[in-house]
Structure formats: structure tokens, C-alpha cells
């Protein structure tokens, strides 16, 4: 029990806030937005720590890539793999949502007001730019200290991609600059975890002037977000990874996923880290027997980029925003877009609990045209559904992994992989 409390502290704490902030909200109304201040604070915190946070975790991640024990098959399977499932796990995403109104858009309008701040000028400004001219505007900045902005996440997106391969590319002679910054990004990270300590009570507060404001609908939007994701999560969990253990496998495969499946589910679930599970998750693949070398590269690549749990939840994420804001999908670019966007936001999810997908979210917010006062209602969904998120994050990863060495050893490797793995 005190391990569970433990694993579950920071969740249970900024649950129990956003709960009493719901309660403070419809008893108090109107009156409740005089906590409004306290849940700025939480928001400007927020805001500007991402653009550092948004340097240093990319730059960082790519100067450190090393090269994968096998070369070539086994990395552009897991590539392959890891596309294959991203594209299922947004599509059912899309599909839960689609047909389903997460909010009611009725107080949209208000809502709007009050979130968007001042953006009208903006918006008449960006009218007469042609497609061409966004894109452009979007990916690059025309002066460096444009990119301190967090009006501009693309390009700084972009610019710490290129960061982080000049350093790669540079070696040796780099290793000062890749020391410094990945102590930077350490230390941006324990900013993080430090502002995360005051979330409680500027989530708790922001929620109460916001249901104070809006009134009991949007509460009932996040139960109703809860509700629908927790189902998927649980179908998602037992049909579709029985699948892919049986295209990895057949029936033996199945067997032997669910035999070792426990294990990463409780971690992640206990931990609600991808990052911390990644132990327990090889040894899990490694007993279903997926040879070491895959196991080993698989599961931490998939730590980052591959989230099933995740991409699902980004999905949520922009059709609530969409029924929040009243925005039209109606056409097949609009579809693709929330499905793109779904999709690259799943990259910028770090494998750590609470806090982890500020990069993420802020993206969403950008590349679907909303105010960046909208950041804290992202926050509440993914607090909501964390723990089930890991898990699907989690234990797709060792169902990948079975997918992977299918492909790299054959249609035999389940009867030889144990085999293969005590010669190697």
C-alpha cells in the first residue's frame, strides 16, 4: 500500500485539486474566478520554461543517438513497426472521438473571450499570407531571438533538430558543448518537477475559476473524456495487442505475450513512467523470447517514440479543444491534419509521470491555431488519463518487439528465439 501511495502521489494529489477546485467552482460560481491569479501563476511558469525545456530535450536526444547493435534490418524494422501502430493507434483514436461531442460547444463563444486574449489583430494580419508564406512562417524565423518565443515551437522545433546533428556530426571535438547541455537539460528538468510541486494549487485553482466561469459542462466534459478513453484504453489493451502478438507469433505468441504482460502493465500503472519501466519491459520481452539485441534496442527507442497510450491521447486532446472551441472537421484536410498533428505531438512526450507532455500539448495548441492560455485544460486531460496511457505506451512496446524479430529472424523465431538468445 505504501508503495502504491507512493508510485501514485503526485496523480492522486493533483486529482484530489482538480476535484476540490470543481466543488469550489459550481458552489462559489462567478465568485471563484477570484483564484484566477493563482492559476496564472501556474501557467506563466509554465510558459516559460517550455522554450528551454523544448531546446534541450531535443537537442540532447539526438546528439546522444548511438548506433543500434544490428545494423540496418533491425532499426528500419523497428521503424517500419513503430509506424504500423502509431497510424492504428491514432485512427482508433479518431474514431472513439469522431462521433462523439467530448464538450458541449455551447459556451464556446465565452470561452473564447476569455482564453484568446488579444489574438484579433494577429489573425487579420495573417488573412492576405498565402499558404506558402504560413509554411514559411511556421518552420523558420527570420532573427535568433525569435526563436526564445513560444510563439514559434515549430521553428525552435526545427533549429534544435539541426543542434543536435551538428553536435553528433561534429564527435569529439562537440563533447564539451553535448556535456553542457545535457547538464542544462538536466537541471531544466528538476524546473520542471520544481514548478510541478505548485500544479496542485494552480491547477486546483485555475479549475475553479474556470468552472466557476463556464459552469458545470466542462466538468462533465473531462468525466466524459475519462469514461471514453478508459474503455478504448481497456479495448485497445486485449483486442489489439492479442493481434499483434499473434501476427508476431501465432498462437504460441499470444500465450506467451499474455504470460509476460503482467508484469510491464502493473510497473506502468504503479509508475505512470514509460522511462521507469523500460528494466522490467526487456526482461518481459526477453522471456517471451525476443533475442537480447532487439529487446535492448526496441523497448528504449520505444520509451520515446512509440506511444500508443499517448497518440491516443493527443487525439483526445485536439477534439476536445475542437468541441470546446467549435472548430469544423468537416473535410478530409481537417481529418488529416488533427491525425498529423496527433502523430508528431506523440514524439514530444517524454517517458517521465506528470509533466511530461507540456511539449507535446504546446505543440497541439500551436499547430491547431488555439491560445496558449488553453496549455492548463490540456494539463487536466492528461492527468485524467496518465495511468492508462503508460499502460498502453508501455506494453505496446513488448508487443513490438515481437513484431520486430518476426521480421528480422522469421516466422520461427518464437520456437528458437530462446535458443538464439543464450548463444548470443
Not at 212 to 237: P, R
Request: aromatic share 8%; glycine share 8%; hydrophobic share 50%.
Amino acid at each position: 500500500m505504501k508503495k502504491f501511495l507512493s508510485n501514485y502521489k503526485t496523480t492522486i494529489i493533483l486529482l484530489v485539486a482538480i476535484i476540490v477546485g470543481a466543488i469550489v467552482g459550481i458552489i462559489f460560481q462567478e465568485k471563484a474566478t477570484i483564484l484566477k491569479p493563482l492559476g496564472d501563476i501556474f501557467l506563466n511558469l509554465l510558459l516559460v520554461i517550455v522554450v528551454p525545456l523544448i531546446f534541450l530535450t531535443i537537442t540532447t536526444s539526438i546528439s546522444k543517438m548511438q548506433s543500434p547493435k544490428r545494423l540496418g534490418k533491425i532499426i528500419f524494422t523497428i521503424i517500419g513497426v513503430f509506424v504500423f501502430t502509431s497510424i492504428i493507434a491514432v485512427l482508433i483514436g479518431f474514431a472513439s472521438t469522431y462521433f462523439v461531442e467530448l464538450i458541449e460547444p455551447e459556451d464556446g463563444e465565452k470561452i473564447r473571450e476569455t482564453l484568446q486574449e488579444s489574438d484579433e489583430t494577429t489573425e487579420t494580419e495573417e488573412d492576405d499570407a498565402t499558404i506558402a508564406d504560413r509554411t514559411v512562417d511556421l518552420l523558420t524565423v527570420d532573427d535568433f531571438y525569435k526563436l526564445l518565443s513560444k510563439e514559434n515551437i515549430i521553428a525552435l522545433l526545427i533549429a534544435s533538430v539541426i543542434v543536435g546533428l551538428a553536435i553528433n556530426m561534429s564527435g569529439e571535438k562537440a563533447k564539451p558543448v553535448k556535456e553542457l547541455l545535457v547538464s542544462a537539460n538536466e537541471v531544466v528538468n528538476n524546473v520542471v518537477k520544481i514548478i510541478m510541486y505548485y500544479a496542485p494549487i494552480g491547477l486546483g485553482c485555475y479549475f475553479a475559476s474556470f468552472v466557476g466561469s463556464f459552469g458545470e459542462t466542462i466538468v462533465v466534459g473531462y468525466l466524459k473524456t475519462f469514461i471514453i478513453y478508459l474503455v478504448v484504453t481497456v479495448a485497445f489493451y486485449f483486442i489489439m495487442y492479442t493481434f499483434y502478438a499473434f501476427l508476431a507469433g501465432g498462437k504460441i505468441g499470444v500465450r506467451r505475450f499474455w504470460k509476460n504482460a503482467l508484469t510491464p502493465t502493473v510497473t506502468a500503472l504503479g509508475t505512470c513512467s514509460s522511462a521507469a519501466c523500460i528494466p522490467s519491459n526487456i526482461q518481459a520481452s526477453k522471456n517471451i523470447g525476443v533475442p537480447s539485441d532487439i529487446a535492448e534496442t526496441t523497448i528504449p527507442l520505444g520509451s520515446s517514440f512509440h506511444k500508443d497510450g499517448s497518440i491516443i491521447g493527443s487525439v483526445f486532446k485536439i477534439m476536445f479543444l475542437i468541441g470546446l472551441f467549435g472548430t469544423s472537421i468537416s473535410t478530409t484536410g481537417d481529418i488529416l491534419g488533427v491525425l498529423g498533428v496527433a502523430l508528431l505531438a506523440n514524439l514530444l512526450i517524454t517517458a517521465v509521470p506528470i509533466g511530461g507532455g507540456t511539449i507535446s500539448e504546446m505543440l497541439i495548441i500551436s499547430m491547431m491555431g488555439y491560445p496558449v492560455a488553453a496549455l492548463p485544460i490540456l494539463t487536466i486531460i492528461a492527468t485524467i488519463i496518465d495511468a492508462p496511457a503508460t499502460m498502453l505506451n508501455v506494453v505496446g512496446d513488448t508487443v513490438s518487439s515481437m513484431m520486430v524479430t518476426r521480421v528480422v529472424d522469421g516466422k520461427d523465431w518464437i520456437a528458437k528465439g530462446t535458443v538464439l538468445d543464450d548463444k548470443k
